[in-house]
């Protein structure tokens, strides 16, 4: 009884200790969300623009009708135009950016706000030397399973060994896998058998990496860096089951933007876990000219690019994927015509 005593008087002062917090949310909702990138690379500057949707209601809401332009250290006026809702880039497909010249982004929405970026200086490029990958065991998330795969890594090094670099690495995956099934009937009020079934078998996927890898060389006092973890891939699902390819863009950025996702990566990791900090507002590097204290999410980054591509075939490793499996649900023959064709694999 006396343990069962000081159980309940443990027990009553750590839950006492918890105080529950209730975000005020109302106030990002509708906010302006910025995602922008500008490099000295060959891509096009684009631009996306939306507003923040309500927690129990996600949902993207493109910012259409914008007027944005660039201006490059205060002279020149580069103007955007939009190519899909909310999504704008510079239409000269020939402008890229430059090392060591200053942008700012200005946007003008249909309500009449103005809000314009921080002004961003492209500082120099770093050399990414190389992209490679090893088969690793690596443990779940959230669990104690040790799965199968390949863990990708980077080497390169600061052209000037002096400066202090700060690193943003963009990754995009294509994977070349197999669907579970051959197409082999086509139904539209009839069946019709469809002309090589496997031909439509093989499917390929490219995809970007949502995790924000980030490095400075200020952190390891060194302007070489070796076997920097990026992407894990496991064999738990399908990606490595053919081919695989992983494009890494490295971005030499400022210590402002490597900040703010430095920030952005830690409340990620922090998401969910018991003891937490409380989220805070990420402030990013665009501003409401009239109202500057008006949230405004997102950033655009400028930076100076360098990248890397690396194909993997299938490795010696046992894969867990799950594959589909065949539903004999025949209550599509009752759908409208509306829905055909429908698309169908033999049913032995």
């Known amino acids: ?56 209601n996600q949902e993207l809401i493109p910012a259409i009708g914008a007027e944005l332009y660039l201006s490059i250290e205060n002279q020149t006026d580069i103007p955007l135009i939009e190519i899909e809702p909310g999504i704008y880039n510079v239409s000269d497909t020939s402008f890229h950016g430059e090392v060591e010249k200053s942008y700012q982004l ?17 500082p120099y490029t770093s050399t990414l030397d190389s992209v490679y990958g090893k088969e690793e065991k690596q443990k779940a998330l959230n669990s104690n399973k040790m799965l199968d795969g390949i863990q990708f890594y980077i080497d390169n090094h600061a052209t000037n060994p002096s400066d202090t670099i700060y690193y943003l690495w963009k990754l995009t995956q294509t994977l070349k896998y197999q ?21 439509l078998r093989t499917c390929w996927l490219t995809t970007p990496v949502s995790q924000i890898f980030i490095f400075s060389t200020i952190l390891s006092g060194n302007s070489i ?33 490597f900040d703010y996702y430095n920030t952005l990566k830690q409340q990620n990791l922090e998401q969910g876990e018991f003891y937490s900090e409380q989220p805070i507002q990420i ?22 690019v360098t990248e890397k591509r690396i194909f993997v075939n299938r490795p010696h490793l046992p894969f867990n994927f799950f594959e589909c499996t065949r539903d004999y649900d025949l209550r599509w023959i009752r759908y409208s015509p509306n829905s055909w064709p429908l698309y169908l694999t033999e049913m032995n």
């Open 225 to 257: 860096i070796r076997n920097f973890p990026i992407n894990y891939v496991s064999t738990e699902s399908k990606a490595l089951s053919i081919r695989y390819s992983l494009l890494v863009k490295q971005l030499s950025i400022s210590k402002n933007a």
């Open 106 to 122: 200005h946007i003008k929405l249909l309500n009449g706000n103005n809000y314009e970026s921080s002004i961003c200086t492209i």
């Open 1 to 56: 009884m006396k343990n069962i005593a000081y159980a309940i008087i443990f027990l009553s002062a750590i839950t006492s200790c918890v105080e529950k917090y209730w975000p005020n949310v109302d106030k990002y909702e509708y906010a302006l969300v910025v995602d922008g990138l500008l490099t000295n690379g060959d891509e096009p500057v684009v631009v996306q623009l939306s507003f923040s949707s309500q927690v129990n």
């Open 179 to 199: 669907a579970s099934f051959t197409l082999d009937y086509v139904y539209s009020g009839e069946f019709i058998p469809f002309p090589n079934p496997d031909s």
């Open 283 to 304: 402030r990013g590097n665009i501003v409401n000219i009239a109202n500057p204290e008006e949230p405004v999410l997102g950033y655009f980054t400028v930076g100076s």
